[in-house]
């Protein structure tokens, strides 16, 4: 190699290592629509020299094409890259740039300034430092504005750049700016923020975006780029109490046993006391092992491997965290949710809970109110729909540990997953546990379900019977109830309409109070089984997640799904009770088959044949299969 290889190659060397040295700075831009937030990006990355050739060269094209500043260099195409954002001209979708300059590396999204997509610019905003809120200068401050900065509050950024925009349009007038920053002053005091920095300028002009504006001399602070390159973040992460969600339990072989995640908060040194919370098990770091080699301090953002000095039972899913600043171990609590689905959010259905690399199965117990993001007032409803914002108490099937996200957000953070679709359905930040979760605990008893049910001969168990209204489901269950009997066995029958006239009777037929009312007779039906009965529930329970709610309250072989599958119209011809007539007729809403889904079992144990069987040989159907299962 000769000596000018040799030179490049240090060269280059060199230059990768101060990019690996440079730290990394996360931001968002938000604000009204057509306030400038993608234009305000593209400057930067225009003035930063930050663009390839192919990229200047499409740029300019585009902005002949499709531009709105009349064939000049129109920056906002530079994030504006959805061919629906484009014809409309408007952000959509979040878009991420990545970028350098000599001091710092960055990260960029720029957020939808629409309200129908809250959860895209909350998606943007979850792992933002900071936050650029835009304002266009002649309108001042908006209701969207507040929205937006009620968002950024609500996801923990503390630090945030008002950037008054547009200031060519009002004549670089300092008495509009001065007015607007006031204003906003007034309304971000009760947001809780610990910085806010604003800053007037001209992203199509590029005035204060990376220099000092000669048309704006009264204004004497930081550019926008000089603020992004030297405001300090990551502090408050290496301040806060060490915390490290399991991500893998590495063994390689048989001598090594490791622990391995990337550390969310705090610093870690090797010989420090640390704890899994859920179980209260204890060790000491023994090593903290890296790819590079093994190190003895480590802190928030690495990935490492950690080896203990004593053998302790942990798994993926488990938190590390230092032993004498533990996090709350709970299985109730309260939370602000984001709803992020088409689909509206149902108390009491059971969804997938992940917190850091935990899963659970958790369901919202109770939605207190949702919140009116324009005005902040707290507002009564039993539902979320798509963008709403609420605070719940949810409740969990099992304990896990937590931080209240304003103090840890890594570990006060989590999505609520659709169980069938394993689409996210919510985003949310746990604000503290419930005190009532820290009252009650399991009372141990001598007598117990076994021996309950080995005393009435008999294995307990629920009969789930589900199908349409008029399909036959209550007739077969009550005959199969009288066989049971005759048979000396110990029963019990859950009707529909029965459970109605009391346990029930506040509820309705909206979605959210059928997923309630499955709820209701799912955990009465635990109980009687608890009792060592055979319980017999006859309900049209619509919905799959619920069914499989009512099968999750007990144990493997004591659910026995009996699907009474009768065609809708037989269903409807025989209309015992004359619903059918009255929902064609628009007098009942949200009846089961008219107008409201009812949702097919999949892997039902028992099919019944209802437009051909007789209810006579479909209670000996069933009693057949209790036979051979040795229930009786």
Known sequence: MNELSVTAAAEIDAYLKTQEQKNLLRFITCGSVDDGK??????????SKLLFEDQLATLTAESKRVGTQNGEIDYALLLDGLQAEREQG????????FFATDKRKFIVAD???????????????STADLAVILIDARKGVLIQTMRHSYLVSLLGIKKVVLAVNKMDLVGYDAAVFERIKADYAKFAAQLGFDDVTSIPVSALKGDNMIGASEAMPWYDGPSVLDYLETVEIGAEDLSRPFRMPVQWVNRPNLDFRGFSGTIASGTLRVGDAIVEPASGRSSRVARIV?????????????????????EIDISRGNILCAANDRPATADQFEAKVVWMSAEPMLPSRTYLLKLGTGTTAARISDLKYKVNVNTMEHMASKTLELNEIGVCNLSLDKAISFDPYTKIPATGAFILIDRFTNATVAAGMIDFALRRAENIHWQSVDIHKEARAEQK????????FTGLSGSGKSTIANLVEKKLHALNKHTYLLDGDNVRHGLNKDLGFTDADRVENIRRVGETAKLMVDAGLITLVSFISPFRSERQMARGLLE?????????????????????????????????KNFTGISSDYERPENAEIIIDGGRTSPEDAADQIIAVLEQRGFI
């Not at 993608?38 to 003035?47: A, E, N, Q, V």
């Not at 001969?457 to 789930?464: E, I, T, Y």
């Not at 004591?558 to 007098?587: H, M, Q, W």
């Open 38 to 47: 993608s234009t305000f990006i593209g400057r930067l990355l225009w003035d």
């Open 90 to 97: 408007i952000t959509i979708d979040v878009a991420y740039r």
């Open 111 to 125: 957020t939808p300034g629409h309200e129908q997509y809250t959860r895209n610019m909350v998606t943007g905003a």
């Open 290 to 310: 890296t790819f590079d080699g093994d190190l003895e301090v480590a802190i928030a953002g690495q990935a490492v491997t950690l080896t203990l000095e004593d």
């Open 457 to 464: 001969g008999q294995k307990a168990s629920v009969l789930w």
């Open 556 to 588: 493997d072989g004591e659910f026995l799904e009996v699907f009474v599958d009768t065609p809708l119209e037989i269903c409807e011809a025989r209309d015992i009770k004359g619903l059918y007539k009255k929902a064609r007729a628009g007098e009942i």
